[in-house]
């Protein structure tokens, strides 16, 4: 099963991707995206695919997205906004998706441009606009590209894998969230005082009340984030594949950070420097600085981190390692 998904992702990332030209035209570039929705087996003659449909708005505006994906039933499924591989994938293209979906009351919107973005707006969550899930690069053998096949191939689509799947990144979101609300409550003004009043606590017994007052009045607590520590990474418990869609094992994971490979690039070449976060079987981890001052615009990041030797296939699972994180800060926020 997880083959054929498998190769299936890896047609879309050639037919999206790899196949054409950076600055190939939004029309061209829709009529790939068709090519690839049929390699996930929705079919036009059937009526699975419709071209910018027009759904009347009031009395003189119409509704126009790009594409509609429909069942056997003719019920839309999800919509899709397309945009050339060369546009940044701004908010305002990521609200013109939105209102596709709120206007077509449809759980599920997926932008598609240099990146494959995936939105939920459904009652899984409470939000003022729909919520990024996802975001995917074209990357051959790419586990996350893989999970995308599965989920939205026709044979593969159903209701009940697609709510698994936005609970368990729901679950992340919130728990993204709740780490910066923690950090920002434990490195506030308000908690360092409150540090101070338990430590008058514990020597209340020892030292006389005065004197305690005397010694805290000339000290400056402060709680900060350690610069060379990851400690506060956050790797989720639950697991991101699926029984039916399982990582692929021949394959390390290597996860960016931001996860656009583009934009990461962009950062990367700004400042020249990231961290490389390995974590191995045993629990552990270690963080390295990497200067790539050899990038240049048309390197390929995802390539040359593959390259590097301890990365190579056979050579990571000699290592024990099972996952790598490349982030542009030393203190990234990692969900998954």
């Not at 899984?124 to 074209?138: C, G, K, Q, R, S």
């Not at 506030?188 to 005082?193: G, H, L, N």
């Not at 390295?288 to 390259?307: C, T």
């Not at 030797?309 to 996952?323: A, H, L, T, Y």
Request: a positive charge; hydrophobic letters at 35%; one cysteine or more.
């Amino acid at each position: 099963m997880e083959n054929k998904f498998t190769d299936r992702w890896n047609e879309v990332c050639f037919l999206l991707s790899e196949s054409i030209k950076q600055n190939i035209s939004e029309e061209s570039f829709e009529k790939n995206v068709i090519q690839a929705l049929r390699v996930l087996e929705w079919k036009s003659y059937q009526g699975d695919i419709e071209v910018r449909p027009s759904y009347p708005i009031g009395a003189a505006k119409s509704l126009i997205p790009d594409l509609i994906v429909k069942d056997d039933d003719k019920r839309k499924l999800f919509v899709i906004e397309i945009k050339q591989p060369a546009v940044h994938l701004s908010e305002r293209i990521q609200h013109q998706l939105f209102s596709y979906m709120r206007q077509l009351k449809l759980e599920y919107g997926i932008l598609i441009g240099q990146v494959i973005q995936i939105f939920y707006d459904g009652n899984l969550i409470i939000h003022d606009e729909p919520v990024l899930l996802e975001t995917i690069a074209f990357e051959k053998n790419n586990p996350r590209g893989i999970q995308f096949a599965g989920l939205f191939s026709k044979d593969g689509f159903s209701s009940e894998s697609l709510s698994e799947y936005t609970s368990q990144a729901i679950k992340q979101i919130r728990r993204a969230e709740n780490y910066k609300s923690l950090l920002r409550q434990i490195t506030s003004d308000q908690y360092a005082r409150t540090v101070s009043s338990l430590i008058k606590q514990s020597l209340a017994g020892d030292y006389d009340e005065e004197l305690l007052n005397s010694v805290l009045s000339g000290v400056d607590i402060k709680i900060r984030i350690k610069e060379n520590d990851n400690s506060h990474v956050i790797v989720p418990k639950a697991d991101r594949g699926s029984k039916k869609l399982p990582l692929n094992p021949e394959k390390l994971q290597i996860e960016l950070v931001p996860d656009d490979e583009e934009i990461f690039k962009r950062k990367l070449l700004q400042n020249r420097i990231t961290y490389i976060t390995t974590y191995y079987k045993n629990g552990s981890r270690q963080t390295r600085q990497w200067k790539a001052m050899w990038l240049k615009e048309g390197s390929s990041i995802m390539g040359n981190l593959r390259s590097k030797s301890e990365f190579r296939n056979g050579e990571w699972q000699k290592r024990d390692i099972v996952r790598v994180v490349v982030s542009l800060n030393k203190d990234p926020l990692i969900t998954g």
